[in-house]
């Protein structure tokens, strides 16, 4: 397999990046460039499939408007050896190492992560995440790794990562998603996230990344669902946020209860907007 971590990820400063990790505002969390070898991140971001193809779940209501995979065998090769990489055990004492959380486990199955593609208009409203696995009730998330691939990706399109402060009242750092730019940062009931502001890239352009989230076994706290918040600037727009965040906390423990996947419910909806389209020829 082609070497994915680069040089540069060997000789980072571990015990320095730890303690600016801890002290980060408004939560814990680094954004490190070039951890990953420039040809595989070459080959990634050319063998990123376009939503068109099979494996894709569309996410697409009030709260976000994106696309996510999480079938690895599905994937192409460069993209399957990149999130392998992240799942390896050097990777993860790294994580271990810079956020001060041991026992780290990788999730193969990619609950909610994988590839995340979102197209113009895309967005993904600010909020905390789930906290417990949905498949295995005692893992607990703890850490986020987001990665981005996107080629060439100029400011004025957006889609910058946005890190808000737990009382909702401002943006503390917005966080541009350039290639081989990983955000790190541990999950909790404040860490507060997303990119609201819908992308205006061009139509042959899209927000790209892999999302890999690490958990911690033995937990016996209740799960708590992804939570939506409105930010000051939604106006009369927070009262769709919360609505529809309440529909989705539903979802979630339906969810949880039947085993349904976002993959199943996706093909329901898209035959239901298909049904909806033929109706009004």
Same mark, same amino acid.
């Given at each position: 397999? /082609? ?239 919360? /609505? ?38």
């Amino acid at each position: 397999m /082609v070497e994915v971590l680069s040089d540069s990820f060997a000789a980072l400063p571990v015990a320095e990046l730890a303690a600016q990790y801890a002290a980060a505002a408004p939560f814990p969390h680094a954004v490190l460039d070039g951890v990953i070898d420039d040809s595989a991140l070459r080959a990634a971001i050319a063998a990123f499939p376009e939503v068109d193809g099979p494996g894709w779940t569309h996410y697409l209501h009030v709260n976000e408007r994106k696309h996510g995979a999480t079938h690895l065998e599905d994937w192409p090769k460069p993209l399957r050896d990149l999130a392998t990489a992240l799942m390896s055990q050097e990777f993860i004492r790294f994580l271990e190492d810079l956020s001060g959380i041991d026992g780290l486990l990788a999730d193969p199955s990619l609950d909610g992560g994988g590839l995340h593609r979102s197209e113009p208009g895309g967005f993904l409203n600010i909020h905390t995440d789930y906290t417990k696995h949905h498949t295995h009730p005692d893992w607990k998330r703890r850490v986020n790794v987001l990665l981005y691939l996107n080629d060439d990706w100029r400011e004025e399109w957006g889609g910058h990562l946005e890190l808000w402060t737990p009382d909702m009242t401002r943006c503390v750092e917005r966080v541009q998603p350039r290639a081989n730019r990983m955000v790190i940062f541990s999950t909790s009931d404040t860490s507060y996230h997303g990119h609201p502001v819908p992308l205006t890239c061009p139509p042959d352009q899209a927000r790209k990344s892999l999302a890999l989230y690490y958990f911690t076994a033995g937990s016996d706290e209740p799960a708590r669902t992804t939570h939506y918040r409105a930010r000051p600037e939604d106006g009369a727009r927070r009262v769709l946020i919360y /609505v529809d965040g309440k529909v989705l906390r539903l979802y979630d423990m339906i969810k949880r209860r039947t085993g349904v996947s976002d993959a199943t419910v996706s093909r329901w909806l898209a035959r239901l907007q298909r049904l909806r389209t033929r109706g009004t020829r």
